[in-house]
């Protein structure tokens, strides 16, 4: 099994930046992919981001693409979320995922963090 858990969510203004963490413990192998989705309230969660556990093949969903990077560092066991130029209708609660699938559908992955909250205000 897999615990992912995520930080570095908060409040900031649009256009500004923030950087979340995915930390990976427990059974994760070298196969392993990550994934970043959000969700809104009333809303179906939303792919947002997905790389291979090596750090290869990173894509993004067309709502994010220029504007998110995922950076990973095997030596801290984490796969972050940075967040560029954020625009209110970012605003959403971010979740890591790992799966063994390099998918954009969220029920593909079997393992998910708790999330955390991102809140663009204008």
């Known amino acids: 099994q897999v615990q992912l858990v995520e930080s570095g969510g908060g409040l900031v203004q649009a256009g500004g930046s923030l950087r979340l963490s995915c930390a990976a413990s427990g059974r994760t192998f070298s196969w392993y992919i990550m994934g970043w989705f959000r969700q809104v309230p009333g809303k179906e969660r939303e792919f947002v981001a997905r790389v291979k556990w090596s750090g290869d093949s990173p894509d993004y969903a067309n709502s994010v693409k220029g504007r998110f990077t995922i950076p990973r560092d095997n030596t801290k066991n984490t796969v972050d979320l940075q967040m560029n130029n954020l625009k209110p209708e970012d605003t959403a609660v971010y979740y890591c995922?790992?799966?063994?699938?390099?998918?954009?559908?969220?029920?593909?992955?079997?393992?998910w963090g708790q999330g955390t909250q991102v809140t663009v205000s204008t």
């Open positions: 995922a790992s799966g063994l699938a390099y998918s954009v559908i969220g029920r593909h992955y079997p393992y």
